[in-house]
């Protein structure tokens, strides 16, 4: 499909406002670099787009307010999990047929600034509206806006630093010791008890998660990590609070995109882990990358995206050999089997599991995560036994998952009823029904604690495989009380 860069535009009784989300996503690279990178994207989708420095130049100024199909196409593919209103652009209904014409000028949508800011962009949030761009002589529907993304960008574009800190509250940071307390009206611009406060933020959501799950805490979860984009913003005064401020930001929305994942909301996870993924450029922060390409490859694993989870767990290992973390390492080349494995490529998911598993025998490090706490023995006996499953060698996936939950923290709650729900499913596929049904009584006692969607998921499949062995010792009560479990909202 060929596309031209020639647009025509009509005059407008205001001047063009100036496109500073898409400035921000070139970064430091020139207008003529960045059009280089377009041209490579557009062959990467098998698209054709003669993408110049002037036509760069000219999204910027606001000359072209909204790309046509073909540009469309690359800029979505460029930045994954982004809307053409993320990136600056108003809706094609704005500036084409009859949504425009009934709507008028009042109706153009906010532009807001992307989840990072800098000093030469502020101000980037304000409405503008623009030059006609006469794209494609078809119609299409506004894209809808994903719910995490609405609300996050609406808080940013009246949010304060003051505000931002005070939003932290509910999850009980501390503010000059006291919980919840909102800093002082006279701070303008956030500082170290707001980087400490983010901080503490993070740690907080992934303790609730390892102990009770994701499903009562992923809405809770979207005031913080507004006030964390808020805060970046707002602006740091040292440059070493910015780096903090862009690290937790970054930390957050992966935490907040981990619960969408482990409640089903595959979606939304991956717009956060997207988000995560472009703090971490911004901030040129590799450790925050190779976190963000480490969930983006379990969860296209999940959401069955076996090769791209593979190409994510390679790129997080890439970001992640300069850091020194061995343990790290592991757990990404486990990711990478993972992705493997959904491929059904044994060899290539063998030879992954021994290299994981000769790293992950280095031992721990200074230069380990914090956020890595959970990756212990069990953590490796349990995405092993998630690949042997992928590859349907029951045996031995059950033989792994029963060794998780032998060797899994009992503070990990949820990662306990998640190894137990993996083990009942492989006994149940490997042909043992009773202990299979027996794991699985195991997991709805923990189901008062743990609320995943994960869990519930995997029991659903593992009842669907049992109902013909309804008579077998177990069976029929595990069936029972598994019908009986409450429907998640």
């Known amino acids: 499909m060929a596309s031209s860069s020639v647009t025509v535009s009509s005059p407008s009784p205001r001047p063009p406002r100036p496109n500073l989300a898409f400035r921000r996503l070139r970064g430091r690279r020139s207008p003529g670099e960045f059009a280089a990178a377009v041209r490579r994207a557009a062959r990467e989708i098998d698209e054709r787009v003669s993408c110049d420095a002037r036509y760069i130049g000219r999204v ?68 503008y509206t623009t030059t006609h761009d006469l794209n494609d002589p078809h119609e299409v529907d506004d894209r809808n806006h994903e719910e995490s993304d609405v609300q996050r960008r609406a808080f940013m574009s009246g949010g304060t630093a003051t505000v931002a800190a005070a939003s932290l509250g509910p999850w009980g940071l501390a503010f000059g010791g006291t919980a919840g307390a909102a800093p002082p009206r006279s701070a303008r611009r956030p500082g170290e008890a707001e980087a400490g406060a983010l901080e503490e933020a993070v740690r907080r959501i992934r303790l609730l998660d390892d102990r009770h799950g994701a499903d009562g805490l992923y809405r809770r979860a979207a005031a913080p990590l507004r006030a964390a984009y808020a805060l970046l913003d707002a602006g740091a005064a040292r440059q070493a609070t910015a780096d903090r401020l862009h690290t937790g930001a970054g930390e957050l929305a992966v935490s907040v995109g981990w619960l969408a994942h482990d409640s089903g909301r595959f979606d939304d996870a991956r717009s956060h882990y997207a988000e995560a993924l472009a703090t971490a450029r911004v901030a040129l922060d590799p450790a925050l990358e190779a976190h963000a390409f480490c969930n983006t490859s379990f969860l296209a694993r999940d959401a069955g995206r076996p090769r791209e989870a593979v190409r994510a767990a390679q790129a997080a290992q890439v970001a992640a050999r300069p850091l020194g973390s061995a343990r790290l390492l592991s757990l990404l080349a486990l990711r990478e089997a993972g992705g493997w494995a959904g491929l059904a490529d044994r060899t290539g998911c063998e030879q992954a599991l021994t290299r994981a598993q000769a790293l992950y025998g280095r031992g721990p490090c200074d230069a380990d995560p914090e956020w890595m706490s959970f990756y212990g023995d069990a953590e490796l006996a349990g995405l092993e036994a998630q690949c042997w499953s992928a590859l349907g060698d029951w045996q031995r996936a059950a033989h792994q998952a029963h060794r998780a939950t032998r060797l899994q923290d009992p503070h990990f709650t949820r990662n306990l009823a998640l190894f137990t729900a993996e083990l009942a499913d492989d006994l149940a596929r490997a042909g043992h029904p009773d202990e299979a049904a027996a794991a699985g009584l195991r997991v709805l006692d923990l189901l008062d604690e743990v609320q995943s969607s994960r869990v519930r998921t995997m029991l659903a499949g593992t009842a669907r495989v049992l109902l013909p062995h309804r008579r077998a010792s177990g069976v029929s009560d595990f069936l029972d009380r598994h019908r009986a479990l409450p429907r998640s909202a």
């Not at 800029?75 to 500036?95: E, I, K, Q, Y």
């Not at 153009?108 to 409405?127: F, L």
């Open 60 to 127: 910027e100024a606001g000359e072209i307010r909204c790309p046509n199909y073909a540009y469309e196409r690359v800029f979505l593919h460029m930045f994954p999990g982004r809307t053409l209103t993320d990136l600056g652009f108003v809706p094609r209904s704005a500036v084409r047929g009859r949504g425009a014409r009934a709507a008028g000028p009042a109706a153009v949508p906010h532009t807001t600034s992307p989840p990072y800011a800098s000093r030469e962009t502020d101000g980037a949030h304000e409405p």
